[in-house]
């Protein structure tokens, strides 16, 4: 399964697309007028393979780009083949989840609704080792610590000097869980408190008392790009997880998460449950 493409290349291709719709030209004509075949024009559009700068930067010429608006889109053509920090890793790391990073590594914001686990970017790592013996039965534990270690240095955006804002819907069945012991599920609800006290990061409880709500069918997040037309969705799934970016895939999802936002409790109720399932434990 081949490695998608990353945000820098997905904003190219959006970009490309604009500026030669804006000029009125075709795939075809486009193509001619810098000496590339119109296959090659329609996968610089559609996100996909490699890109060579020169032609981008003809392109931007040949459709009256500003020059603000052709340096932009070369660098981005440039800064494509960039690799993220976690393509030097030793170890191998699941394709699905080499997509998630190189997705997260350039998001605004990320809309999480959790209703099996928190979020990954909000576990402590006690709880992360839990998880991942749970669920990954077979594998050794050097198998599950460098799994920990990749999650561990993924929640390390929070803290970039502009971070994502962070907005998580979280089931009241992911706090009565109680995953590794009641020690580490304590030390994983007060790292959430204190998480949610970052202006950047939201966390919202929906309880048990809303009942039948607008994502009953798993945990999914909504990865937000520097524009509407680079939004992803992530769904978790049995041995990995499914990415789905067609609009009306996104509007489903996006919609189902307002819904959720309106049905959970406010920031000072949440923050109040949070308290309470602590001192149960």
């Known amino acids: 399964m081949p490695v998608g493409p990353t945000t820098r290349r997905r904003q190219l291709g959006a970009d490309l697309r604009r500026l030669r719709e804006r000029k009125g030209l075709s795939l075809e004509e486009a193509g001619a007028l810098v000496g590339i075949s ?3 024009l329609s996968r610089y559009e559609t996100k996909g393979g490699s890109v060579k700068w020169p032609a981008v930067e003809a392109l931007c010429r040949e459709y009256g780009a500003s020059e603000e608006e052709r340096q932009t889109l070369v660098e981005l053509a440039k800064e494509a083949k960039i690799r993220g920090w976690w393509r030097s890793l030793a170890d191998p790391i ?3 989840m080499n997509l998630m990073l190189t997705l997260e590594d350039e998001v605004v914001r990320e809309d999480h609704y959790s209703c099996m686990y928190v979020p990954g970017l909000l576990q402590t790592r006690a709880y992360a080792e839990a998880v991942h013996r749970a669920s990954e039965m ?4 050097q198998e599950i610590a460098h799994m920990v270690d990749i999650r561990m240095k993924r929640q390390e955006l929070l803290d970039r000097d502009d971070p994502p804002h962070i907005w998580a819907v979280v089931d009241e069945a992911v706090l009565r869980r ?3 012991g009641r020690a580490v599920m304590r ?3 007060r790292h959430i408190l204190e998480l949610a006290k970052r202006p950047h990061i939201t966390v919202q409880i929906l309880p ?3 009942g039948a709500h607008a994502a009953a069918v798993g945990s999914f997040v ?4 520097q524009s509407p037309e680079l939004d992803v969705v992530y769904v978790d799934i049995i041995g990995g997880g499914l990415f789905m970016e067609k609009p009306e895939e996104l509007e489903r999802y996006k919609l189902a998460f307002q819904y959720l936002q309106a049905q959970a409790l406010d920031l000072s109720a949440s923050t109040a449950l949070l308290n309470q399932a602590s001192e149960e434990l």
């Open 138 to 141: 077979r594998c050794t534990e």
């Open 222 to 225: 909504i990865l937000g790009g």
């Open 178 to 180: 109680v995953v590794g």
């Open 38 to 40: 119109k296959a090659t």
């Open 94 to 96: 699941p394709e699905s």
């Open 187 to 189: 030390e994983q609800l």
């Open 208 to 210: 048990f008392a809303s």
